[in-house]
């Protein structure tokens, strides 16, 4: 016989148990899920040539030494996460361990669920325009969180844009962009699959290795 203050204290073990299980499970999927993402990361870097690269490897904004070794081109979105921990951590790590031998070439592909990604890599072609551009592009990747909040003249002046009213005149034009249409038309041609597109030295790497692992493959290709 079950007594009516028994049966309720059975029924809260119950569900404990059940909630137990979920969170066990959950856990279980996680580190499973985690473990796997930290031994994709930890993988050597395996690049693929690019088919007709010299067809589509012109245009985009070169920073670095004209005469580096190594030449990062990357397709990015100014709204896109890894994009701004890519371009922050190890595009930046390299070029400071290998100032004289490693260029980065940075080109457009604003996806259109971003809302304003487009808008922000006009800005940063306004910006180029001042012969500003890798400036504006370290202030966006920056300042990413405060995209659609900030304002972009804003954003030029802590950039040292030197002609904020030119600028504001650029940036108010609303048609398509010769240079960010050209960039994504190439970084679909060559099969990028979503941001990130990264080719060094006209390979072209899967995903977006992390900072350890990218200075080791840049002192690879160095070493060659």
């Keep these: 016989m079950v007594l009516a203050g028994e049966s309720t204290t059975m029924k809260i073990l119950a569900v404990t148990s059940v909630l137990c299980s979920v969170i066990v499970t959950g856990l279980v999927v996680r580190r499973v899920a985690f473990g796997e993402e930290l031994r994709s990361n930890q993988a050597e870097i395996q690049p693929s040539p690019v088919k ?4 589509h490897n012109t245009g985009g904004h070169w920073m670095g030494p004209k ?13 896109c996460p890894v994009c701004r921990q890519f371009t922050l951590g190890a595009v930046r ?8 031998d490693v260029a980065l070439v940075f080109r457009h592909w604003p996806l259109p669920y971003h809302r304003f990604s487009y808008v922000a890599a006009r800005a940063a072609e306004c910006a180029g325009v001042q012969d500003h551009f890798e400036q504006f ?3 966006l990747f920056s300042q990413q969180d ?6 972009f ?3 030029a002046r802590e950039a040292g844009v030197p002609n904020v009213a030119e600028f504001a005149r650029c940036t108010a034009v609303k048609t398509p962009n010769p240079a960010i249409e050209r960039d994504r038309a190439d970084a679909i041609a060559i099969g990028g699959t979503g941001t990130p597109t990264l080719v060094v030295n006209g390979k072209r790497l899967r995903g977006a290795p992390d900072s ?5 493959y840049v002192r690879k290709l160095l070493q060659k």
Excluded: C, M, N, Y
Aim: glycine residues 4%.
């Design 212 to 216: 350890a692992r990218f200075s080791t």
């Design 137 to 139: 592009h370290d202030q």
């Design 67 to 79: 005469s580096a070794r190594v030449t990062i081109v990357e397709f990015a979105d100014f709204e």
């Design 52 to 55: 007709d690269w010299d067809k």
């Design 153 to 155: 003249l804003e954003i």
């Design 93 to 100: 790590g390299v070029r400071a361990e290998f100032p004289d």
């Design 146 to 151: 405060s995209l659609g909040l900030k304002p």
